[in-house]
Every structure is written in C-alpha cells, then in structure tokens.
C-alpha cells in the first residue's frame, strides 16, 4: 500500500507542476489578449472622437466638449473620459471620474509634450485602470490638449480568476482519474503479475515449474522471468553436482563439473586465459527476413569445446561463416556469447569464396578428412588447394598472435586437421606460448598418410606443438609411427614424445565426451516413454511399437547406407517386426559443394527409398529419413524414447552422439549399438559392439536390442551413464589443458627448429 500511495503522490505533483505551468502560459496569454483588445477599442474610440474634440478645443467651447464627455462616459467598460490641456488642467471630464482622480496622471503631460499616442494601467483606488491618452493640438499652437480614455479593466481580474478556477478543477479531475487509471493499470499489468511471478518461482524453487512461454507469454516481467530461469536452472545443476559431489567424495572420487573446471584452471593457468582456434564457429549469426537469428551449428567440436569457454572464459577464433555474421561484431570483428549469458570472445576470421572452397572443402575435407578417416573414398589432392590451405593457416596465425600481443606465455588451443600448420606458425612468432593441438579425426597408419604429397610439411607445423592429443592410444601411435618414417627426428616411445632440433612435442590421448548432465527427461515430461514416443511418431505420419534413432551428419565415414542395408536385412530375417519397427534418421547436410557428399545424399535417399518400397504397407514404413538440420531440443526427444540408437561410423575419431544418446537416457533404458570403428567403444563397452561392414552382425544386434529385457537394459546403461559421468566433457579439458601447462619448456634461446621439413 506504501508503493501505491507514493505513486499516487508523484502523479499528484507531476500532473499539478504540468497543470501550474500549463495555466501561468495561458493567464499571461489571456492578459495579452485582453490589453490588445483594449488598445483596439481605445484607439477606435478615441479617433472616432478626435477631430471633433480638437475643434472645440480650438474654438474654446466648454460646454460642447462637457456634452461629449457625459455623452460617451457610460459605454460599456469605459469609466469615464477626459479632456486635459497641455498644463494638465482639464477642460472637460465625466463627473463621476473628476473626484477619484483630482490630477492627471503623469503620463498625459508626457504624451502630449511628445505628442505621442500613449497607454497603460493604473491602479484608481480599489479599481485597475487603463488609461489611452490621444494628443489632438501640437505644442507650438499653444493651444496643446489631450484626449484621454479610461477604461475599467478589473474583468481582466475576474477573468484570470476564472481560469485558475477552471484550471484547479480540472487539475482535480485530471489527477483522480490518471491516479485511478495509472493504480488500475500497474494493478492489472504489475501486481498480478508480481504474484503470479512469486507463486510460480515459489514452485521453481520447489521443483514443480520449468516452463515460462505460456505464464510469461507477453508480460513485462518475461526477461526477469528468463533470467530467474536461467539462476534457478543454475541453482539446480549447482545443488545437483554438490549431492553428487559429496556422494562421490565418500567413494574416494571425484566429479567434474564447471564450477570444478573454472577452480583448476584457475590454478593451473594463475589468471591467464585460454585462446582456442578451430574452423567452426561456436555461434552463426544468419539473417531471417529482416532479423538475425544466432543458432548453433551441428558440430562435434562446438558440442565438446563450447562448454570449456563457458567454464573457464576466454576468446574463440573462428571462421565467420553466417551471412549476417559480419552485422553484430565490433571493427575488430569479435562479440561477446553466449547471447543469453556473455562470458567469453568470439573473433571471426574472415575468408573469401576461393579461399574456403580451397583451404575447406578441397584440401582439408576432399584430401585429409578420407586420407585420415580410411573410408574407402579416395582423398584428392590438388595445388591449388594446398595454397589456399597455407594461406588461411597463416592467416589465423595472424589473428591469434594479435590476441596474444600483451599475454605473458599464453596458452593456445587448435582444433582439428584444418589448422596443421598453425603450430609451427604460431611457435616460431611466440616461443614462449604454450600450444596445444587436438585431432579430432582418426590418424591412420604410416603407409596411408604417405600418399599425401605434404605429408612432411604437414608433419613439420603439427610438431611446432607443444602438445598434440588424439582419441585413443591407437591413433597415438600412428602419429608416431607416421613421424618417424616421415621426418628427421627422434622418437621417445618411453615417454610419448618427438624430439626435432631442440623442441620436443608430446603426444597423449584424451578422449573427448560431452557436458554429462544428471537430470530427468526434460523434452516431454508429463508423458511416458510410451506416450513420447507414439507422440513423435504421429507427427511424422507413421505407427510402430519399436524406433530405433540414427543422428548423423550425411558423410561416408558414418556408415549410413550400411546401417540401411543392416535393418534391411533384419525385417529380412525377423520378419515378425514388420510393420512394428521403424527406423528415424534424423540427417544433417553436409559439405554440400562436395561432388563425393552430393553423390552420398543420393545414394542414402535412393537406399531408403528402395528399402521401403520393398516392406511397407498402407500404415506403415521401415525407414523415415527428415533430412534437415536439428538443433539439440529437437534432436532429446528422439534420444528419450527411442529403443535403439545406432552409431555404425566406418571410421570415427570418437562420435558423441553415442555418448549424448547414453546422457539422454536417464531412466536407464534403451540399447545402444555402436560401431567397433568408432572411439567411443573404447569407453562405452556396454553398447552392443558391432562391425558395420558385417549386414548379418548388424541385424542380429537389431533384434538382440529389441528382445532385451529391461534390467538388462538398465544394468548396461548405468555402466555406460557411470562411465560418462566420471569422463565428461570437463575432465577431458581439465587433462587436455593441464598437460598443456605441466608441459616443460624449452629454453627460448634453444628452440631454433628446423627450418624446413627433412
């Protein structure tokens, strides 16, 4: 009520202030008017009288000039009217007026001495004047008089008495009903929802609210709401990870978590930041009509990195490639993201249409992605990709040493196989930085990547590293082995490391993984594993009692058309699951402009096609392909009620879809059935392993899914949840970046390396 009556007040005062000064303008206005009015009737009135008392003057007759005075003294307003000479004496003057005004006043001497039209106001008594005094003889004639006029002008009074009359009752009614509307208002549009705020954060804190769209929908209050969201979601991780910190801290073990990450790289870094490279941006800003809208792109490195530079801060270089990227960053071409929570950099690099077609999709993704992947698709290698290969390393090398001008060895992070050269660019400018290299791919063995004509030059930048990670142990040694036939320099099996001139370059595994996240089902949470799943299939069109999902970008080394022929091949066999089963591959495009991914698109939607032409009926179909990209909201409700997930990668450096299906699944159901290609087998041993090339194996694990029994279902999951609970996404940046600093350095007078690849 205290809230209330201030602003009350404050409307009382703002509206009487603007009421006050409204009605001061308008007195004055009306004044102004009046003594025009005035002036006009009294110069009117006085020329019309002029001639005529000027020729009574001169000829002296009193008498007539007496006659004039009494004649027009009673006109409406004029209180009386006078004849003066030039001595001030009157020659004529209504009765009524010669005994309120025994002299003339001064400014009838002065207006005939100047012979000058004059006017004023003057105070007569209790009465206000206003006086027009007309000369009608010269001075010289000596026969000097004045015409003068007197005029009541005490309405004038009455009329600005009336106005603030007026004034004061409207500002009376004006500020009851804007008090009385404004109360209502902020009542209806604040108060209520203030209420409505404080009940539904009352259930937020106790568990039982998560939604905001439909109770905020058009409130003023729905950026706090997002933002309470936001803490409160915070607030709920926290309390979680804290439970599960203790509960893990009484078996001797410990949780990574973000808050955990941010504390030991702290430490570990003592204030500096982390300056990561990669080619995907984190974030594209595209343009939608007339707005511009930031989505995430569907990446392995985003999903593992993107978390990192949420914990710990820092910049992130990366190629622009949104077309409204270039709108919303500074002349330095960064922006702060997250959008909805900014914490760290984000600085785009920018390239032309040649420079991506032949750094990205010609040498990087037409030559080293098959080269390392060894997906029977041939690698290409031409020239004139190679230079524009060279030119974007050194390019981003550029915009990474601009970064780095006034950080006291800074530590850096590339990512992946676009920036082999970025190492050795960056070292030889920063000696004292400490540089980090993380291959996301597979490296394959020695005879393979010797087909590469820059194999040495290649070679030669990655080992400008201080440290080089892969996967898994395998590929590891591969690098290794590829190194000692490739180059001049010195291997250290005992310790992992290659030693060329006096630099030395250590190389270890860390296989990567994803933000764990311990929380029920989130996309559909008022339905049940059932009820999602018939839900989701209805809006595709479709029946069936069993799904099974596949998330993949449409590349070769995903094994696509393999796992097409795998579930051919089990309706073939199980032919009781027919018209039950149905298999949802939810498809990413990519790499477009690529002939080789052109070419595969085809084939996977002529494969499908096929397929279901051979098994389906008038309600049903085995295989629905949505070929678009899906952000992760879109993507967890198939995670959620799918039976199956199949990871059937020919070659993968790890594959987390595997690990976010296994995150996904917290009622611990559902089978997952993984490629012994990929590097998640390494980990996660309770998918059910198969070979991809092998159709029987792949449709004889299809049906061993769909006939598990569900404790065995849970036993399974639980291990694989275990598993990545205690290897997540910030364990894998918190060993990755620690060895990265526990890295010894070199002397910097000693680190002259090679100068070209021998």
């Known amino acids: 009520m205290r809230i209330t009556f201030r602003l009350a007040f404050s409307i009382m005062v703002v509206v009487s202030l603007i009421v006050l000064g409204f009605t001061l303008v308008q007195v004055q206005q009306e004044k102004h008017r009046q003594g025009i009015d005035l002036e006009r009737r009294a110069s009117v009135l006085a020329e019309s009288l002029g001639e005529t008392v000027e020729r009574h003057v001169r000829e002296g007759h009193s008498r007539r000039l007496q006659g004039i005075v009494e004649k027009f003294g009673n006109r409406e307003k004029l209180a009386g009217v006078a004849i003066y000479d030039q001595r001030g004496t009157p020659l004529a003057i209504t009765p009524s007026l010669a005994a309120r005004l025994p002299t003339p006043p001064k400014m009838v001497t002065e207006a005939i001495a100047k012979n000058k039209e004059a006017s004023d106001f003057i105070a007569l008594g209790q009465v206000q004047m206003y006086v027009f005094v007309l000369p009608l003889v010269r001075p010289e004639e000596q026969l000097a008089a004045a015409l003068v006029l007197f005029y009541d002008a005490n ?15 409207r500002l009376l009614v004006q500020a009851l009903l804007i008090s009385l509307t404004t109360l209502i208002i902020v009542r209806w549009s604040v108060f209520q929802p203030v209420a409505k705020m404080a009940d539904w954060m009352k259930r937020l804190r106790k568990g039982e609210a998560n939604e905001i769209a439909a109770l905020f929908k058009d409130d003023l209050l729905r950026p706090l709401a997002i933002e309470v969201t936001h803490l409160a979601e915070r607030l709920s991780a926290a309390r979680a990870a804290a439970e599960e910190e203790a509960r893990l801290r009484q078996a001797a073990e410990s949780l990574w978590t973000p808050d955990l990450l941010r504390e030991h790289l702290r430490i570990k870094l003592q204030g500096k930041s982390i300056l990561v490279i990669s080619n995907r941006e984190p974030y594209i800003h595209v343009k939608r009509g007339k707005q511009i809208e930031c989505v995430v792109p569907a990446s392995g490195v985003v999903t593992a990195l993107e978390p990192v530079l949420t914990a710990c801060g820092g910049t992130w270089i990366a190629h622009g490639s949104g077309d409204a990227d270039s709108e919303v960053v500074d002349d330095q071409g960064k922006i702060k993201v997250p959008p909805e929570e900014p914490n760290y950099t984000l600085k785009r690099v920018w390239l032309t249409k040649e420079e991506e077609e032949g750094y990205y999709y010609g040498f990087a993704n037409e030559g080293l992605w098959p080269l390392c992947h060894i997906a029977h698709t041939r690698p290409v290698f031409r020239a004139e990709d190679w230079k524009p290969y060279q030119l974007v390393n050194e390019r981003f090398a550029l915009a990474a040493l601009e970064e780095m001008e006034k950080i006291d060895e800074p530590c850096v992070l590339i990512q992946d196989y676009h920036f082999a050269l970025l190492p050795r660019l960056i070292k030889d400018k920063r000696p004292d930085a400490r540089v980090g290299l993380f291959w996301h791919i597979p490296w394959p063995n020695p005879e393979s990547f010797g087909i590469c004509p820059w194999q040495r030059e290649l070679l030669h930048g990655m080992l400008g590293a201080d440290l080089i990670g892969f996967h898994i142990q395998y590929h590891c040694n591969n690098f290794l082995e590829t190194v000692d036939r490739a180059l001049e320099s010195r291997i250290e099996w005992e310790h992992f490391s290659v030693r060329r001139g006096h630099h030395r370059t250590h190389i270890k595994p860390f296989p990567i993984s994803i933000a764990y996240r311990d929380v029920p089902p989130t996309s559909l949470p008022a339905q049940t594993p059932w009820q999602a799943k018939e839900t989701l299939l209805t809006s595709l069109g479709v029946q069936a009692k069993f799904l099974a999902v596949g998330v993949d970008r449409l590349d070769y080394t995903k094994g696509i058309l393999e796992r097409l022929r795998g579930i051919e091949r089990f309706l073939e066999k199980y032919a009781a699951y027919r018209g039950a089963f149905i298999f949802v591959e939810l498809g990413a495009p990519s790499r477009t402009p690529i002939k080789q991914y052109q070419d595969l698109t085809a084939a996977i939607e002529a494969e499908a096609e096929r397929v279901n032409l051979r098994f389906q009926s008038k309600q049903w179909k085995p295989i629905v392909l949505l ?24 070659h993968d450096g790890m594959n987390l879809v595997a690990k976010e299906f296994v995150n996904a699944r917290a009622d611990e159901q559902g089978v997952l059935i993984l490629s012994r290609f990929t590097g998640a087998a390494r980990e996660l041993r309770d998918a059910l392993i198969v070979n991809p090339y092998d159709i029987e194996e792949l449709a004889d694990a299809i ?3 769909l006939e598990m029994g569900a404790e065995e279902q849970g036993v399974r999951m639980r291990r694989m949840r275990d598993t990545l609970r205690d290897r997540n996404v910030y364990r894998w940046a918190g060993d990755l970046i620690t060895a990265l600093v526990q890295v010894r350095m070199e002397p910097i007078v000693a680190q002259k390396v090679l100068a070209t690849p021998r």
């Open 703 to 705: 049906n061993l899914a």
């Open 155 to 169: 309405y004038i009074q009455d009329r600005v008495r009336v106005i603030w009359q007026n004034n004061f009752m």
């Open 627 to 650: 070929k678009r990209h899906h952000s992760h909201e879109e993507i967890r409700p198939f995670y959620e009620a799918a039976d199956i997930c199949l990871v059937t990668s020919l």
